[in-house]
């Protein structure tokens, strides 16, 4: 929704004068769009967020050492939430799963749902994220949207944000060859642009 904001081309026209913060979440956040909404927003503070609804929206938090949350982080777990990563490859990154006070019994009057929660009472939320060796986690996408290509793990929303803030779009599909994907990348820009390529 912000990168739409910015796309829209009365934006700059705009005065934002007066908005003191801007909370995004629901999707990984790219540099480029970062660095769009504080060039846009200079006087706000840009607050990175993350939420489920099986969960509730108070799920990370602020450093306990008091080190400075990185931009595109989410935060550190939040002390009463306990946070796991569940995957196949490094440690440091996978599935997050959630237990808090917040958590829901199940999907009201929703029988054919399946139960979003392990055993243990973890809920399941199928966001990837990654955590580095502060603790700080990064949204890196959904698990549903993972494909495999030359034996890695690819997120199509890691790339499809390379023009999410330009006039230029851009989308990232995976393509079935041989057991495997690859990554095919469309651009499309307008008829007074012009697409250089570097390679």
Same mark, same amino acid.
Do not use: W
């Given at each position: 929704?912000? %990168?739409?904001?910015?796309?829209?081309?009365?934006?700059?026209?705009?005065?934002?004068?007066?908005?003191?913060?801007?909370?995004?979440?629901? %999707?990984?956040?790219?540099?480029?769009?970062?660095?769009?909404?504080?060039?846009?927003?200079?006087?706000?503070?840009?607050?990175? %967020?993350?939420?489920?609804?099986?969960?509730?929206?108070?799920?990370?938090?602020?450093?306990?050492?008091?080190?400075?949350?990185? %931009? /595109?982080?989410?935060?550190?777990?939040?002390?009463?939430?306990? /946070?796991? /990563?569940?995957?196949?490859?490094?440690?440091?990154?996978?599935?997050?799963?959630?237990?808090?006070?917040?958590?829901?019994?199940?999907?009201?009057?929703?029988?054919? /749902?399946?139960?979003?929660?392990?055993?243990?009472?973890?809920?399941?939320?199928?966001?990837?994220?990654?955590?580095?060796?502060?603790?700080?986690?990064?949204?890196?996408?959904?698990?549903?949207?993972?494909?495999?290509?030359?034996?890695?793990?690819?997120?199509?929303?890691?790339?499809?944000?390379?023009?999410?803030?330009? +006039?230029? +779009?851009?989308?990232?599909?995976?393509?079935? +060859?041989?057991?495997?994907?690859?990554?095919?990348?469309?651009?499309?820009?307008?008829?007074?642009?012009?697409?250089?390529?570097?390679?």
């Amino acid at each position: 929704m912000i %990168a739409m904001m910015l796309r829209e081309p009365r934006f700059e026209q705009a005065d934002v004068s007066s908005v003191e913060s801007i909370r995004m979440g629901s %999707a990984p956040v790219s540099e480029s769009l970062m660095r769009a909404v504080r060039k846009a927003f200079p006087d706000a503070a840009i607050i990175n %967020a993350y939420g489920t609804t099986e969960a509730g929206p108070v799920v990370f938090g602020k450093h306990p050492d008091g080190l400075e949350t990185p %931009a /595109l982080s989410v935060g550190c777990s939040h002390a009463k939430v306990e /946070l796991r /990563l569940r995957g196949d490859g490094e440690p440091e990154q996978g599935v997050l799963e959630i237990k808090c006070p917040a958590l829901m019994n199940g999907y009201h009057n929703r029988p054919d /749902l399946e139960s979003p929660m392990t055993q243990d009472g973890f809920n399941i939320t199928g966001d990837v994220f990654r955590r580095d060796d502060d603790g700080f986690y990064f949204f890196v996408g959904r698990s549903d949207d993972m494909f495999v290509s030359g034996g890695e793990n690819i997120y199509p929303s890691g790339r499809a944000h390379v023009g999410a803030t330009s +006039r230029y +779009r851009a989308g990232v599909r995976g393509s079935d +060859r041989r057991r495997d994907q690859r990554t095919e990348a469309r651009c499309f820009c307008r008829a007074s642009r012009r697409i250089v390529s570097e390679q």
